[in-house]
């Protein structure tokens, strides 16, 4: 029989854990260590999709550049078809690129869409309402002055901003700067990240599955994302679950990159070694999210050694992301895209939510904010993919985007949720 324990001799109790940040204070977080990189290159705009402008794009000109036809018709002076004359004759003839004539008194001029107007002429009839014949052209309609005309400047007036530094360039806003004569655009430089996942089951495709093993869908996910935000990645590939490897990966990847970011590892387990690896080689700051899935998301930094081979110290920024596919999937997506935006310069870092109604009902809640995934329906509403798990990454392709989903909140058919749009979040 084993002798009772007194109190001043028992063990302590363990230490209460540290309460789960919310998303909301987790992300606030991340986003207050983020400060732009500095650096900026100039590079063509050809080659600029996806980067983030790091000086204003100022216009060198009006655009258009001068008086233009919206339409295809004739040129005109206002004047003289007030007189009471229908029938004038054809004096030249303008297309787009060539450089008209001024326009005689009593004539017309035949004009087609995006063609300069004439000196003199002050509205444009289009061909609809005209009747063309011999050298001539009989008007059906009296224009008012600037009719069908697009005035020098109607679209941007030289000397103002057309893309504000922290932009970050699209289709449409290369487009934009190519049609003010920008042959290049100064942007900041690209974020260089570091990835590497653990996991002793990790297995590359092609490679034999042996018992227990499982494929490396992670490393094709997250170096794709990463890709997709224009990111320079070097890939470390799998690292075996020890801790002097995974310190030693950390210390190699510190020494030329901005971020580290890895997969699994993170939580709590005998074999779960990034963690403390980051707390020996670094700092973590914020650990586990008031969030499903994905709670286990790790933020902090790891040290660069004095004298690297490209002469850089201080610390380079860490992120570690569970290991479950989708859970490694949506924390990317709701944090380390924001991160990485936010690093790379840009002002808008935040998706795009809608408010859509639910055409389903999930009578259980949870006390953490729920990430749901599910896809507009033909009729406008949402539907949810019956298999929650944080291992079901066939969620992840049948799904349209997340719904953002308050802790402790039960959702009904027909109300209104917060959903985020996939479109809003890869890129």
């Given at each position: 029989?084993?002798?009772?324990?007194?109190?001043?001799?028992?063990?302590?109790?363990?230490?209460?854990?540290?309460?789960?940040?919310?998303?909301?204070?987790?992300?606030?977080?991340?986003?207050?260590?983020?400060?732009?990189?500095?650096?900026?290159?100039?590079?063509?705009?050809?080659?600029?999709?996806?980067?983030?402008?790091?000086?204003?794009?100022?216009?060198?000109?009006?655009?258009?550049?001068?008086?233009?036809?919206?339409?295809?018709?004739?040129?005109?002076?206002?004047?003289?078809?007030?007189?009471?004359?229908?029938?004038?004759?054809?004096?030249?003839?303008?297309?787009?690129?060539?450089?008209?004539?001024?326009?005689?008194?009593?004539?017309?001029?035949?004009?087609?869409?995006?063609?300069?107007?004439?000196?003199?002429?002050?509205?444009?009839?289009?061909?609809?309402?005209?009747?063309?014949?011999?050298?001539?052209?009989?008007?059906?309609?009296?224009?008012?002055?600037?009719?069908?005309?697009?005035?020098?400047?109607?679209?941007?007036?030289?000397?103002?901003?057309?893309?504000?530094?922290?932009?970050?360039?699209?289709p449409a806003a290369l487009g934009l700067a190519a049609s003010v004569g920008c042959a290049t655009l100064t942007v900041v430089r690209r974020v260089k990240v570091a990835v590497f996942f653990t996991g002793d089951e990790l297995t590359m495709p092609g490679e034999p599955l042996k018992p227990g093993a499982?494929?490396?869908?992670?490393?094709?996910?997250?170096?794709?994302?990463?890709?997709?935000?224009?990111?320079?990645?070097?890939?470390?590939?799998?690292?075996?679950?020890?801790?002097?490897?995974?310190?030693?990966?950390?210390?190699?990847?510190?020494?030329?990159?901005?971020?580290?970011?890895?997969?699994?590892?993170?939580?709590?387990?005998?074999?779960?070694?990034?963690?403390?690896?980051?707390?020996?080689?670094?700092?973590?700051?914020?650990?586990?999210?008031?969030?499903?899935?994905?709670?286990?998301?790790?933020?902090?930094?790891?040290?660069?050694?004095?004298?690297?081979?490209?002469?850089?110290?201080?610390?380079?920024?860490?992120?570690?992301?569970?290991?479950?596919?989708?859970?490694?999937?949506?924390?990317?997506?709701?944090?380390?895209?924001?991160?990485?935006?936010?690093?790379?310069?840009?002002?808008?870092?935040?998706?795009?939510?809608?408010?859509?109604?639910?055409?389903?009902?999930?009578?259980?809640?949870?006390?953490?904010?729920?990430?749901?995934?599910?896809?507009?329906?033909?009729?406008?509403?949402?539907?949810?993919?019956?298999?929650?798990?944080?291992?079901?990454?066939?969620?992840?392709?049948?799904?349209?985007?997340?719904?953002?989903?308050?802790?402790?909140?039960?959702?009904?058919?027909?109300?209104?949720?917060?959903?985020?749009?996939?479109?809003?979040?890869?890129?």
């Open positions: 029989m084993s002798t009772p324990t007194s109190p001043s001799s028992a063990a302590p109790a363990p230490a209460p854990r540290a309460p789960m940040l919310s998303t909301a204070d987790a992300l606030a977080t991340l986003l207050a260590a983020a400060k732009p990189l500095a650096g900026a290159e100039t590079i063509s705009t050809f080659d600029a999709l996806n980067r983030v402008l790091a000086a204003d794009v100022v216009s060198p000109l009006d655009v258009p550049p001068m008086h233009t036809s919206a339409m295809d018709g004739y040129a005109v002076r206002v004047a003289d078809l007030a007189q009471g004359s229908r029938r004038l004759p054809v004096s030249q003839r303008i297309a787009a690129g060539h450089a008209p004539q001024p326009l005689a008194a009593g004539t017309a001029a035949r004009i087609f869409t995006g063609a300069t107007v004439p000196p003199g002429a002050d509205a444009v009839v289009m061909q609809e309402q005209t009747e063309a014949a011999q050298g001539a052209v009989t008007f059906l309609h009296a224009p008012k002055a600037g009719e069908w005309i697009t005035p020098q400047g109607a679209d941007i007036r030289k000397n103002t901003v057309i893309l504000p530094a922290g932009t970050r360039l699209t499982i494929y490396n869908s992670n490393r094709f996910t997250l170096t794709s994302l990463l890709r997709n935000l224009g990111c320079e990645v070097t890939d470390y590939g799998i690292v075996p679950d020890q801790l002097e490897l995974t310190r030693a990966t950390l210390r190699e990847a510190a020494a030329g990159h901005d971020l580290i970011l890895t997969s699994g590892g993170v939580s709590v387990g005998e074999e779960d070694h990034v963690r403390p690896a980051v707390e020996a080689e670094g700092r973590i700051n914020l650990w586990q999210i008031a969030m499903k899935p994905g709670k286990p998301l790790a933020f902090g930094a790891v040290r660069r050694t004095q004298g690297a081979a490209d002469a850089e110290t201080g610390e380079a920024f860490f992120i570690g992301l569970p290991g479950n596919p989708v859970s490694s999937f949506v924390t990317f997506l709701l944090f380390v895209r924001p991160f990485l935006l936010r690093l790379a310069g840009a002002t808008q870092v935040s998706p795009r939510a809608l408010s859509l109604r639910a055409d389903f009902t999930q009578a259980k809640s949870d006390r953490r904010n729920e990430f749901l995934r599910a896809r507009v329906n033909p009729a406008g509403g949402l539907d949810l993919f019956p298999n929650q798990s944080s291992a079901v990454l066939t969620s992840t392709v049948w799904g349209d985007g997340l719904i953002d989903n308050p802790p402790n909140h039960a959702i009904s058919a027909g109300e209104t949720v917060r959903f985020i749009p996939f479109t809003e979040l890869l890129y």
